[in-house]
């Protein structure tokens, strides 16, 4: 094993009684459908040196027939709303939900949408940013062979309603400018490291999930923006992250997911995004922040939303939000978490935990 490694030695080790290897002719549950062709032409021309061409040239295949039709489909939002969107005023006081990605951010997202004085993007208009406006439904049809109905790391219900990361647009329209891109080219995983924090786009940007490293950024941006911060027990953030490793990751690669690069995501990403986090908190003004524990979250889902609501300052619980929370979570009732109690022999050493 390489030097560098030794210090992960018990995380690659887990890894390697992962499947990582698979689901390489996949074309579903890909965050790169949503480019449009010039987009897609940029993407491959600057790391086209780092695609594993096998087993991966079907994918890259398919994603360039399918972003040539994203730029047809695109046509109509450009002619019939462009101008619209491009005078489009933004929210000055938007409310981020912060955290690693395995800390119960999408679950915070879901129930904050639950709200119909709140607004969010959903996995459409996040996924294909450029044709939703005009499409609609049509759309929706179009691409529903995409997607499964289910997330592939944790079964959470997921179809084109369904909020979604605000990330995954950024990713759409920018050709892949995102730290969502190690999932793409996992071995090339640092060259993507900045686009956390976003550095040098912006004079003084530090560094969601993502926004987790963007406090500093979108306080510049948003100084009226509300924060709600997700934290987790690392051990269980591991096995979860793990786990989303094996049943999401190879979705999307354009590479081949080896055990010591899989490990150095998983360990990295966590680190930059806890200590970029500690470092910026304290920026945001006191009541704009809310920090939430999933344990408190899993207990009672209505009490730790009625907490976040009253610490921002945001009237009517009562009526806006809370008879739709129980419904919600009497909808959740028969769902079956990810089993990650062998954390545990992880925390002694061991290097097992799924």
Same mark, same amino acid.
């Given at each position: 094993? $390489?030097?560098?490694?030794?210090?992960?030695?018990?995380?690659?080790?887990?890894?390697?009684?992962?499947?990582l290897?698979?689901?390489?002719? *996949?074309?579903?549950n890909?965050?790169?459908?949503?480019?449009?062709?010039?987009?897609?032409?940029?993407?491959?021309?600057?790391?086209?040196?780092?695609i594993?061409?096998?087993?991966?040239a079907?994918?890259?295949?398919?994603?360039?027939?399918?972003a040539?039709?994203?730029?047809?489909?695109?046509?109509?939002?450009?002619?019939l709303?462009? !101008?619209?969107?491009?005078?489009?005023?933004?929210?000055? +006081?938007?409310?981020?939900?912060l955290?690693?990605p395995?800390t119960?951010?999408?679950?915070?997202?879901?129930?904050?949408?639950?709200?119909?004085?709140?607004g969010?993007?959903d996995?459409?208009?996040?996924?294909?940013?450029?044709?939703f406006?005009?499409?609609?439904?049509?759309l929706?049809?179009?691409? *529903?062979?995409?997607?499964?109905?289910?997330r592939?790391?944790?079964?959470?219900?997921?179809?084109?309603?369904?909020?979604?990361?605000d990330?995954?647009a950024v990713?759409?329209?920018?050709?892949?400018?995102s730290?969502?891109?190690?999932?793409?080219?996992?071995?090339?995983?640092? #060259?993507?490291?900045?686009?956390y *924090?976003?550095?040098g786009?912006?004079?003084?940007?530090?560094?969601?999930?993502v926004?987790?490293?963007?406090?500093? /950024?979108?306080?510049? /941006?948003f100084?009226?923006?509300?924060?709600?911060?997700?934290?987790? $027990?690392?051990?269980?953030?591991?096995?979860?992250?793990?786990?989303?490793?094996?049943?999401y990751y190879?979705?999307?690669a354009?590479?081949?997911l080896?055990?010591?690069d899989v +490990?150095?995501?998983v360990?990295?990403?966590?680190e930059?995004?806890?200590?970029?986090?500690? +470092?910026?908190?304290?920026?945001?003004?006191?009541?704009?922040? #809310?920090?939430?524990?999933f *344990?408190?979250?899993?207990?009672?889902?209505?009490?730790?939303?009625?907490?976040?609501?009253?610490?921002?300052?945001?009237p009517?619980?009562?009526?806006?939000?809370e008879?739709?929370?129980?419904?919600?979570?009497?909808?959740?009732?028969?769902?079956?978490?990810?089993?990650h109690?062998r954390?545990? !022999?992880?925390r002694k050493?061991?290097?097992?935990?799924s």
């Amino acid at each position: 094993m $390489d030097a560098d490694h030794e210090d992960i030695r018990p995380a690659i080790d887990y890894f390697s009684k992962h499947k990582l290897q698979r689901h390489a002719f *996949a074309v579903k549950n890909n965050f790169l459908c949503g480019l449009t062709f010039s987009s897609w032409l940029r993407l491959v021309w600057e790391h086209a040196h780092r695609i594993d061409w096998w087993p991966y040239a079907p994918r890259v295949l398919f994603l360039g027939a399918l972003a040539a039709l994203n730029s047809l489909l695109a046509l109509p939002d450009r002619i019939l709303y462009g !101008r619209r969107v491009a005078g489009a005023r933004v929210n000055p +006081a938007p409310v981020f939900v912060l955290g690693h990605p395995r800390t119960g951010t999408t679950h915070v997202h879901n129930l904050l949408s639950l709200d119909a004085r709140l607004g969010w993007a959903d996995t459409l208009s996040a996924g294909f940013p450029s044709a939703f406006l005009s499409l609609g439904g049509a759309l929706r049809r179009l691409a *529903a062979p995409l997607l499964d109905s289910t997330r592939p790391m944790d079964a959470m219900a997921l179809s084109f309603d369904t909020p979604a990361e605000d990330e995954l647009a950024v990713c759409a329209l920018s050709a892949g400018a995102s730290p969502y891109m190690p999932l793409v080219f996992m071995r090339d995983q640092e #060259v993507f490291r900045d686009l956390y *924090a976003l550095r040098g786009l912006l004079e003084g940007g530090e560094s969601s999930p993502v926004h987790t490293a963007r406090v500093r /950024l979108l306080l510049r /941006l948003f100084p009226d923006a509300r924060f709600i911060y997700l934290h987790r $027990d690392p051990y269980a953030v591991f096995a979860s992250a793990a786990h989303m490793a094996e049943s999401y990751y190879p979705f999307t690669a354009l590479q081949r997911l080896e055990p010591a690069d899989v +490990a150095r995501f998983v360990l990295d990403q966590f680190e930059l995004l806890h200590e970029t986090y500690q +470092a910026d908190r304290a920026l945001i003004p006191p009541g704009r922040l #809310v920090e939430l524990g999933f *344990a408190e979250l899993d207990a009672d889902p209505v009490a730790a939303m009625r907490r976040v609501y009253r610490e921002l300052g945001w009237p009517d619980f009562e009526r806006a939000l809370e008879p739709q929370l129980r419904a919600y979570a009497a909808s959740l009732a028969g769902f079956k978490k990810n089993d990650h109690q062998r954390r545990e !022999r992880l925390r002694k050493g061991g290097g097992e935990c799924s």
